[in-house]
């Protein structure tokens, strides 16, 4: 009685479980060796050449990827760390037990990670446009004596993008590390503490290295997460895109942007756009490996 009970559990136990792998492979798998099977391919509508690795060498000689590849590289040097350093402050300032009201802090600090990314970009657009909050406050206060173009400039326009990605994705990345802190025992603080270990030195020689974990962690997802770049960057570009810009000068084109434009907007190529898509997959291995491999060193 109890080997038919076993088997008939297995039986149900296999079943469930195919019925999950077969909506898997549906969905995740197939679509991602078809894809790696459509860039070896030139597309115009049902038309459809073999190019071998024609798309791959056509990178090479596309400026507007080669542009997307700058524009995505200068946001990931100078945004990711800016704002994984801020939620590293941010987490150790609202880890003191002495603190009142940290939960309304975290509650305020996350709350930007849960807002519509379309409707933050809405109103980010307004507040940065030349009539908008921010000149206004500038202006107020004397610290400009003409509004900064911040939309209509590309430098400025990148500016734009980096400040609403840190103000977005700050409170999130906080929270992870905060959850880690959770975890290093109290009394380690408080042993600095009576050695006469300032609160920075505490952070430097206590805090970061217990948390390296999570930094690595925070870092390789914030680095695909930045390769995947698209609402942000099309929502502020709006009004400012003509047919083959995104942004003033395409400051603001990404390698995502360009994809659903050689997809749906240009005359559609799904086998370019799947080899543009495999090349920053690429990319992103590369990353995560280099990071996992200088984590790995200074150990």
Not at 42 to 47: A, C, H, L, N
Not at 79 to 86: E, R, S, T
Not at 101 to 123: D, E, I
Request: aromatic fraction near 16%; charged fraction near 15%.
């Amino acid at each position: 009685m109890t080997k038919t009970f076993e088997k008939r559990r297995n039986k149900w136990g296999w079943i469930f479980v195919s019925i999950a792998v077969f909506f898997l492979a549906l969905f995740i798998f197939y679509p991602l060796i078809y894809s790696l099977y459509l860039s070896t391919f030139s597309t115009r509508g049902v038309m459809r050449n073999f190019v071998g690795f024609g798309n791959y060498l056509r990178l090479f000689q596309d400026n507007y990827f080669i542009q997307s590849l700058k524009n995505i590289i200068i946001i990931l040097i100078i945004q990711v760390p800016i704002m994984l350093f801020l939620a590293l402050i941010f987490a150790f300032l609202l880890n003191d037990p002495k603190l009142k009201l940290k939960r309304v802090f975290r509650t305020a600090l996350f709350l930007p990670a849960v807002t519509s990314l379309v409707a933050y970009s809405v109103v980010f657009k307004m507040m940065f446009s030349t009539e908008g909050l921010i000149n206004n406050v500038l202006l107020t206060l004397n610290i400009i004596k003409e509004p900064i173009r911040w939309l209509l400039d590309p430098v400025w326009a990148k500016v734009t993008l980096i400040i609403a990605m840190t103000w977005r994705w700050t409170g999130y990345n906080m929270m992870l590390y905060l959850a880690g802190l959770q975890n290093i025992p109290q009394e380690i603080y408080e042993a600095a503490e009576i050695d006469g270990a300032s609160k920075i030195t505490q952070f430097f020689r206590i805090t970061i290295p217990l948390l390296k974990p999570i930094i690595l962690f925070t870092t390789i997802l914030s680095t695909i997460g930045t390769l995947q770049l698209f609402d942000e960057p099309m929502m502020l570009a709006s009004g400012v895109t003509t047919g083959s810009s995104v942004g003033p000068g395409n400051s603001l084109l990404t390698p995502s942007v360009y994809i659903y434009n050689v997809s749906f907007k240009y005359v559609p190529n799904f086998g370019y756009a799947s080899a543009i898509s495999w090349i920053i997959v690429l990319i992103a291995v590369i990353l995560t490996l280099t990071q996992f491999r200088v984590a790995g060193e200074e150990k």
